[in-house]
């Protein structure tokens, strides 16, 4: 059972700071990492997708791959009120996209 | 492009009956996808096409869950009989790659 893990969060952040959010996995042969944004009531958002070890800076976001630890992270820098929503990570191997239950966010003004 | 499209966006059905879900993927993406998303279970896969071929249907519930795709830009997602647990957003997605999934803006189903 591939299975991918992330905490359910809320994770409260003020507006401005480092929001991170973290992500770990258990299939060792996934090749694919991607972040999702959801706001309430709305559909999944791609963000980021990560493919090597190392970071992935995107504007605001960073992703963090670490395929020997199977952990992913997601660094939001000068976080917004508006980046408030449920994160989700994403991975795929062999099969398609596994997500995992999302991290909420809130980001405090 | 227009996106993947869903409908309907709200479905509101008596316990035993037929439910459709409709979805339209990105015109040139090879792969669709229908996942359902609960607060318990968060975002499952629960079946997915590849040029209109079904790949994968492990993740259907049960019998009473039924997909298609007769053609490159339609496909469904049918219930029949329709039981309260099935009450979730149901997405549709779709790929060039398989890699990456578009989501479309979901169908909202709920049975009482």
């Known amino acids: 059972q591939k299975e991918v893990e992330q905490n359910s969060g809320p994770l409260s952040v003020p507006e401005g700071a480092i929001a991170s959010l973290n992500c770990t996995y258990s299939?060792?042969?996934?090749?694919?990492f991607f972040w999702y944004r959801q706001y309430s009531g709305k559909s999944p958002e791609l963000i980021m997708f990560?493919?090597?070890?190392g970071d992935k800076e995107d504007g605001r976001f960073t992703a963090q791959l670490n395929k020997a630890s199977q952990y992913v992270s997601l660094l939001i820098r000068d976080s917004q009120p508006s980046d408030s929503a449920t994160y989700l990570c994403?991975?795929?191997?062999?099969?398609?996209?596994?997500f995992g239950k999302g991290t909420r966010l809130s980001v405090i003004a | 492009d227009a996106g993947v499209i869903q409908s309907p966006r709200h479905e509101v059905t008596e316990m035993g009956q037929e439910v459709t879900l409709r979805c339209k993927p990105i015109?040139?993406?090879?792969?669709l996808f229908w996942y359902r998303q609960t607060m318990m279970r968060g975002l499952e896969l629960l079946i997915y096409?590849?040029?209109?071929?079904?790949?994968?249907d492990s993740g259907m519930p049960e019998d009473r869950f039924s997909a298609k795709m007769p053609n490159a830009s339609f496909s469904t997602l049918k219930i029949q009989p329709s039981e309260p647990r099935d009450s979730a957003v149901y997405f549709c997605?779709?790929?060039?790659?398989?890699?990456?999934?578009?989501f479309g803006q979901g169908t909202r189903l709920t049975v009482v």
């Open positions: 096409f590849n040029n209109n071929v079904p790949i994968d």
């Open positions: 299939d060792r042969g996934s090749q694919s």
């Open positions: 994403a991975v795929r191997g062999n099969t398609p996209l596994v």
């Open positions: 015109s040139g993406h090879d792969y």
């Open positions: 990560i493919y090597s070890n």
């Open positions: 997605a779709s790929s060039g790659t398989a890699a990456e999934a578009f």
